[in-house]
Structures are given as C-alpha cells and as structure tokens.
C-alpha cells in the first residue's frame, strides 16, 4: 500500500516495477512479471496492488489507465505474501511519471523538504520545470530542445509591496491589487520619474507588452527580430527578440510588429494564450464559448482560440452587458488585471 500526491488520488495508474516480481506458487518461485496495476484504496488516500503481468499493453488496454513511474526508498520491511522486489512503503514520498495525451513525459516528485518539482519533458525534447517550495515559493525554467533557457519565472509567496505607492491608484480600486503585485515583481512601473504615477487609463502598445512579458520571463537579452519597423536600438527591441523567438508575438502579415500601435484585448488574448503555452499550460478551449457574448463572433478567426482560452479561464472577462468587445482598447490597469490573473494560473 502507498500514498500519492494529491494528482493521483482517486486514479487507477500502471507501475513499471524495474525487475520481475517473483513469488511463491505451489511450492515453486515464479515470476510474475515488472508491471504491477494499482488502484485506489476506500479510504480515497492510498493505492493498493491489484494485478501483475508481462506485458504492459495488455495491460493498459485492460485497465485503461496511465503509466506511472514510482521509485520509492525501501522502509526496510518486507513486501509480504513471499514476493520480492516491488514497491514498498518509504519514508520518502515517490517520484511519480505519467505520459498525457500530447505525448508529453510529466514528473512529479517531492523531497524530504518539501518542494515539489513538476517536469514536462515535450515530444521535441523541450522542457518545462515548475518548483514549488513548502512555503510556496515558485520558480519555472522552460529550456530549449538545444538546451538553451528561454523563461526562468520566480514567484515568491509573498509578493512584495511597491516600493514607492502610486498616487493615482485610489484604495480598493478593482485594479489596485493586481498594479501592486505586477510593480512589486518589477514587471511594470510607473509613467513618471518625478512622481509615482501610474496611468491607469492610457491605453497600452504592442511593444510594451512584449516588454512586460520579457521582463516576468527573465528572457535573454541580444535576441533580434525580422520585423522591419522594430530598430535593433528601440528600447522594446530585445523584448520582441525575445517574444518573436519564443512564437509569442507573430507579427503582422507585412512583417512588421506594430510595436506602437495600441494593444487590443483580442490580440493581448493570443500573446498570453501563447506565452502560457510556451510555459507548458494546456490552452485547450472551446469557440463556442465566445458565443455567450452578443459580440462573440466580432472576434477576429485568427484570435478565436486565444479569446477563447482567455474567457475559460477567466483572464478575460466581459464589459458588463453581455459585452466582449475583442477589438477595444486595453488601459494599464486592465493590462495589470489579466497579467495577475494568468499569474494565479502559474501559482
């Protein structure tokens, strides 16, 4: 019998043992064979064996389920019912690996500390690593199939407070939570260095969410783009870089990027649909669901599957009125909203 993490509780999963369990039938040792089935126990927190055998694929197509990796250190008790090898109770909690529908290899492991460490290992070699520490502390690393780190996020539990406090962002604005995170992670700031001012209304250009984005991602500086409009000097240039070797940001189809044209929610929708995809976030979504809105069908084709990401979960919202308007305007404090949103998807 053993205990999973919270991810496996309730499931039935396959386990490749390493080495043949062997046993004792009818006087005769025997090998059973490396993959043991478990399912869950009545008390809804443990799993208990259920069957043995050889062949993994009849076993998977018997019972249906996932393959999990579990490598556990051994308590020093014997298994019982005069088998060998195995899975044992352990002191320390299992690493657990299950293969989801994309092919993807995700690892789940906890150490004696507590920090749990999420690896998504893609098809293409690429991976994504999210650490939790026990007092919820996150870091995330996306690396290259070549090696190379593209993001490296660092969410503390405690974001801290801004250190200078906005004087145009009244107490108990619906935004004021999400400025105050967002310019206490240091991804954005205020619109004047003679006073702490934060500009709620102004709308926001393309190149500065490039920006934001680059900064939260810790991307690396030096990386060019081919769009003709985005000069090697503009001071959002390694940001584009950055965004447009990431597959953030597309551009236009004139190859240009429009870095100061204003940012609409529809095309703030498809850069962070994409970001959160970069990230290893599933960004699977259903069209229809823009079909709740009266103006739904107003999105852009090429913006559907982004919009629709972005209402599922929540990171963009209605107007009020049953009202989507994907191609207004999207002000600072907006910008700040939907950013922290996505932040509590990560977390």
């Known amino acids: 019998m053993m205990q999973l993490d919270e991810a496996f509780r309730g499931e039935s999963f396959i386990t490749d043992l390493g080495t043949p369990v062997t046993a004792t039938v009818d006087g005769e040792e025997k090998k059973l064979g490396r993959y043991a089935v478990f399912a869950p126990c009545q008390d809804g927190e443990h799993h208990q064996p259920v069957e043995v055998g050889r062949s993994l694929k009849r076993l998977q197509k018997k019972y249906g389920t996932c393959v999990v990796s579990v490598t556990a250190k051994d308590s020093g008790g014997g298994s019982g019912g005069g088998s060998s090898g195995g899975s044992s109770s352990s002191s320390k909690r299992p690493s657990q690996t299950i293969t989801d529908a994309n092919g993807n290899k995700i690892t789940t492991k906890t150490d004696s500390k507590g920090t749990k460490t999420v690896t998504m290992e893609a098809v293409d070699g690429g991976k994504v690593e999210t650490v939790t520490t026990k007092n ?3 870091t995330l690393t996306v690396i290259t199939p ?3 780190k593209q993001v490296e996020i660092k969410l503390p539990a405690t974001v801290p407070a801004p ?8 107490k108990g604005h619906w935004a004021e939570s999400a400025i105050n995170t967002m310019a206490g992670l240091g991804v954005v700031g205020g619109v004047s260095q003679e006073a702490a001012i934060f500009d709620m209304t102004s709308p926001v250009t393309r190149g500065s969410v490039a920006v934001i984005l680059f900064r939260f991602s810790n991307g690396a500086v ?7 409009d985005v000069e090697n000097d503009a001071w959002y240039a ?3 870089g950055w965004a447009a070797d990431t597959g953030v940001v597309t551009g236009y189809s004139n190859n240009t990027f429009g870095p100061k044209d204003t940012i609409t929610r529809q095309q703030m929708a498809v850069m962070l649909s994409r970001f959160a995809r970069l990230i290893g976030i599933d960004t699977s979504a259903e069209k229809a669901a823009l079909m709740q809105f009266s103006d739904g069908a107003d999105t852009g084709i090429w913006a559907m599957d982004g919009v629709a990401w972005c209402v599922k979960t929540g990171i963009l919202q209605g107007k009020g009125g049953n009202v989507l308007d994907p191609t207004a305007q999207v002000s600072r404090a907006e910008i700040a909203v939907m950013f922290n ?4 998807l990560i977390k």
């Open 146 to 148: 070549k090696g190379e």
């Open 238 to 240: 390694d940001a584009v």
């Open 341 to 344: 949103r996505l932040i509590t």
């Open 136 to 138: 919820g502390d996150v």
């Open 163 to 170: 250190e200078e406090k906005f004087t145009d962002v009244p």
């Open 222 to 228: 030096g990386m060019t783009s081919d769009f003709v």
